[in-house]
């Protein structure tokens, strides 16, 4: 059984329009990232959260994304006003610590296309 | 910046046969991680191996065992008596010590052959 589900597993969203892509942890893992992978390019990373904040973020992330996690349990990521180049592979991941080695288990990822 | 290499964008083996898939990376810093992650067709990213800089010794996992080269920021994988289900993409990974995220290769598809 996956440690991470997200949901949806596709999404079609008009450019302009926001998303909600969604991750739910299955167990306790402390440590929730989010990362990206456009077709063709390498997977990026976009943020990391931890304790109800974010703890590291990348270049990509930007005002137009946001992260939360508002009932304790699942995951989000907001993307606001979508763009074309927005169109990718998004991947959660958890993790019991911040690096040091420890595994990273992925979600099986939610494909966004925006038209 | 870290940067991670993968020069072979696919990569096909005869199956019970044994292929290596390389990866090469760039960093000024001296404790780090270094990760093999396979994607199957469910796309799931599954952790296969993993490596601390640290240590000497080549990580194994069953069939799974890595060549890592510190000196020449090398870290390739060798997958041995391959089988079908080993088909996937496969993703080189570098995690600095202490950092949250993870860089990562482009990636090399992996083929088997009946």
């Known amino acids: 059984e996956p440690e991470v589900t997200q949901t949806p597993s596709h999404q079609v969203t008009q450019m302009g329009q926001e998303v909600i892509l969604r991750c739910v942890p299955i167990?306790?893992?402390?440590?929730f990232y989010w990362y990206r992978q456009i077709l063709g390019q390498k997977v990026e990373f976009l943020v990391s959260?931890?304790?109800?904040?974010?703890?590291?973020k990348s270049e990509i992330f930007d005002d137009q994304f946001s992260v939360e996690r508002p009932d304790g349990s699942n995951f989000t990521l907001k993307i606001r006003s979508t763009k074309l180049e927005d169109s990718a592979m998004y991947f959660c991941?958890?993790?019991?610590?911040?690096?040091?080695?420890?595994?990273?288990?992925f979600g099986q990822g939610t494909r966004l296309t925006v038209v | 910046a870290q940067t991670v290499t993968q020069s072979q964008p696919e990569m096909s083996v005869q199956e019970a046969e044994t292929v290596t898939l390389s990866c090469t990376y760039d960093?000024?810093?001296?404790?780090?991680?270094l990760f093999w992650y396979k994607q199957p067709p469910s796309r799931q990213m599954i952790l296969v191996i993993r490596?601390?800089?640290?240590k000497q010794q080549n990580a194994t996992e069953n069939r799974f065992s890595v060549n890592f080269q510190k000196a020449a920021k090398s870290f390739s994988l060798k997958i041995s008596d391959s089988q079908l289900g080993d088909a996937a993409m496969y993703f080189c990974?570098?995690?600095?010590?202490?950092?949250?995220?993870?860089?990562w290769g482009a990636g090399t598809k992996l083929i088997i052959k009946p």
């Open positions: 990974a570098y995690e600095r010590d202490s950092n949250y995220q993870l860089i």
């Open positions: 960093t000024s810093e001296s404790d780090y991680y």
């Open positions: 490596q601390e800089a640290y």
């Open positions: 167990s306790n893992h402390l440590y």
């Open positions: 959260f931890y304790n109800n904040e974010i703890s590291e």
């Open positions: 991941a958890i993790s019991a610590a911040k690096g040091t080695g420890t595994e990273a288990f």
